[in-house]
């Protein structure tokens, strides 16, 4: 079954720990994301990859790293949580092939919440 | 740089009564148009897109949208919704980088 695998769904932390969330997707795509939900303003991209080794800012990158050390594998890095980056994270993936009309395949969402 | 405004936060609606949700966007290049679907606790899921050709496309669900270019819109309308229908509704543009742009989202809720 092609999906996109998340962990872990529910976070809570404290200011200043360290944390990571995975992300592994199975269908081979070369184009993956990031995305932070939060009510009122829809989706927001992070960060995302074109490719292995090719990483880049979205909309929103202040506080986040990424890295994309293999295809099917893009962690969401928070090296110091603040209460702001509290919100629901969105991991998603798609094919590089066709440009701008592939469907995005999403996780089932991080929501994290840092006190 | 692209732009999406879904005009409505919330639609309350009764079962098996129609109902549009409304959808305008903004680009400088040639877009792609999708509708996608969270229902509550899960991601989100494709529901329609338009790519090129016919600007009506349609969802195997009952569900459709028109790709309007001179008034740049993209309206997601269903003739009689479910119960089941209720979820949270994003509109989305891509370009060719595929960046894909999000609405901030409509709840669409159904009343029995």
């Known amino acids: 079954e092609a999906q996109v695998t998340q962990n872990p769904r529910y976070l809570i932390t404290v200011t200043g720990k360290k944390l990571t969330v995975t992300c592994s997707q199975n269908?081979?795509?070369?184009?993956m994301s990031w995305y932070r939900q939060d009510p009122g303003l829809g989706l927001r991209q992070i960060y995302y990859s074109m490719n292995v080794e090719v990483t880049d800012k979205g909309d929103v990158p202040e506080g986040y790293k990424v890295s994309r050390k293999e295809k099917r594998n893009f962690p969401l890095i928070l090296e110091s949580p603040s209460p702001n980056q509290t919100s629901l994270y969105f991991c998603?993936?798609?094919?590089?092939?066709?440009?701008?009309?592939?469907?995005?395949?999403f996780g089932q969402g991080t929501r994290l919440t840092v006190v | 740089a692209q732009s999406v405004t879904q005009l409505d936060s919330q639609v309350p609606v009764f079962e098996e009564a129609p109902v549009e949700l409304r959808c305008n966007y903004s680009?400088?290049?040639?877009?792609?148009l999708f509708w996608y679907v969270q229902y509550p606790n899960q991601g989100l899921q494709l529901l329609l897109k338009y790519l090129s050709g016919s600007t009506l496309v349609e969802s195997i669900n009952g569900f459709e949208a028109e790709f309007n270019k001179s008034q740049t819109s993209f309206h997601l309308r269903k003739p009689s919704v479910h119960i089941s229908d209720t979820a949270e509704y994003f509109c989305a543009v891509s370009d060719e980088r595929r960046q894909l742009t999000f609405g901030s989202g409509t709840q669409l809720t159904v009343l029995p």
């Open positions: 998603a993936s798609s094919s590089y092939l066709g440009g701008g009309n592939t469907e995005a395949f």
């Open positions: 680009s400088s290049v040639s877009v792609y």
């Open positions: 269908m081979n795509h070369e184009y």
